[in-house]
């Protein structure tokens, strides 16, 4: 099996992230057939289309980085029941200009977290609605509602046994997912 590249994207910006957390206990639980990267999103600005004809180079570095990619995983918070504004920022800089998206093809991940109950489920559904438009097959099961997460970790390390083991299942399924939808 080939190695595929995949950007995993962190809705969150928060130091102490509970996300950027599950983002790299995924990392380090996926197979070697994923080489995954953190893909920053902070430093762009708010899209303006104004902007386009010169777009600022954290746009155009942005693109052409998401672009050499093999699929991409969404990890994210919901905020008041949808996808961070931040991360709304990054999946309207990276689908513009009109008709050269980076994201067009690539397979999706996505995996909503939140100390609450309810596990992201709105942002997680608000976001799988823009990757029908962007035109990303999005991988349907398993779900990745990851709820309660304030007391799943000790610093860093997950240490909630079956939360691992159900994100070990997720990271396998999605490596097959995206060597299905590969190029
Ligand atoms: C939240 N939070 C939140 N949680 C949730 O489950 N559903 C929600 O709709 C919201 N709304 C919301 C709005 C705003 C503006 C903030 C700042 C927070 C709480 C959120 O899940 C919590 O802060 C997480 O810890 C954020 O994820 P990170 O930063 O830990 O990855």
Do not use: C
Request: proline share 6%; no cysteine.
């Amino acid at each position: 099996m080939a190695t595929r590249k995949i950007a995993v994207i962190v809705g969150s910006l928060r130091q102490q992230s509970f996300n950027r957390k599950v983002a790299r206990t995924l990392m380090l639980l996926a197979g070697p057939e994923l080489d995954m990267e953190i893909v920053e999103i902070g430093q762009l600005p708010l899209y303006n289309e104004d902007d386009d004809a010169t777009p600022p180079a954290s746009y155009t570095e942005f693109r052409e980085r998401i672009k050499g990619y093999d699929g991409v995983l969404f990890v994210t918070p919901e905020y008041n029941r949808s996808v961070p504004g931040a991360l709304k920022n990054a999946i309207d800089v990276g689908s513009r200009p009109y008709g050269h998206s980076a994201w067009s093809g690539k397979p999706a991940g996505v995996v909503t977290v939140s100390p609450g109950v309810i596990g992201g489920f709105g942002a997680n559904h608000h976001l799988r609605q823009m990757l029908v438009f962007l035109n990303m097959p999005a991988m349907a099961q398993p779900e990745a509602y990851i709820g309660g997460v304030a007391k799943m970790f000790e610093g860093d390390n997950l240490t909630n046994e079956s939360t691992k083991a159900f994100l070990h299942s997720f990271i396998d399924a999605f490596a097959a997912w995206v060597e299905r939808h590969a190029d």
